[in-house]
């Protein structure tokens, strides 16, 4: 990332449902404080959060990198979970593996990945089986 | 017409987030699953959940919304009011039903519209 201006580094704790979402709340307020027209703001602050409940709800925690740049911002999720054994399926609005008792929190409606994918100018996921899923969030200023 | 509005109006409590009473309410959107909450509801709308846990607060910030009003007299959790009240966030209670809920909350905004 060479022409970045800021960068903030988030740890993600793992099965902490009271402070989860803590780091895409944080960026969501330097954002607005660097005056970043709000509907960036928003799109940032909702694919953040998605990524950032996934990495809680299914793999234990992990940690967060945005990169914010001259053109856009980037976001880094990444985990030590189970990693995702099918992302096509894992991309399709409804599938969820959510367990019940994240439901009852209103997780689990399979919207999340779909969420990111709407909110951002490119998303990529790679994941590897019992060793964990990286998401790089892509939104660009001018989007 | 403003959330405070919503509260007097309609008889329900405020259970945190004084400070926002002030936030204009043009909106209704009533879900309990989160995300499909972030995807489709409109901003500045009044959020009806039956959900009482801490999550609300974030996913209410990030949509935009007016405030959260907690349905069917379901009970609040503390850490969740305690967090609305950090950031401003209204949070209402009423015993009603999410349906009525809707309905008593439109024909204020149609009333207000009409004046
Ligand atoms: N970081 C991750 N590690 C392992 N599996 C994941 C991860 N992120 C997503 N998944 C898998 O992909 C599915 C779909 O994720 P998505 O975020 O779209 O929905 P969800 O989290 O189940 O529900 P929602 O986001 O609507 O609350 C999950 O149910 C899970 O099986
Ligand atoms: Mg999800």
Known sequence: MSNGILTLVYDIPAMDMISAGEASSNVKK??????????????????MYE??????????????????????????IEDRGPGIENIDLAMKEGYSTASDEVRQMGFGAGMGLPNIKKNSDSLNIESEIGKGTRLEIAIKFTS | MDVKMIA??????????KKGLGMKVEDIYACDLLSWVMARAEKASA???????????AVALLAEL??????????????????????????????MKTHRTCIEIHNLIKREQKK
């Open chain 1, 30 to 47: 330097k954002l607005k404080q660097l005056g970043v027209n709000p509907l960036i703001v928003k799109k940032v602050s909702i694919s």
């Open chain 1, 51 to 76: 990524a950032e409940m996934n990495a809680v709800i299914h793999a234990n925690g992990g940690s967060a990198t945005v990169n914010i740049g001259t053109d856009e911002i980037v976001i880094i």
């Open chain 2, 8 to 17: 007097d109006k309609l008889n329900m409590k405020v259970l945190a987030g």
């Open chain 2, 47 to 57: 959020w009806i959940t039956i959900h009482s846990h801490v999550n609300i607060v």
């Open chain 2, 66 to 95: 007016s405030c959260i009003i907690v349905s069917e007299g379901v009970k609040v959790e503390s850490n969740t009011l305690e967090r609305a009240d950090m950031e401003g966030i209204p949070v209402l209670g009423t015993t």
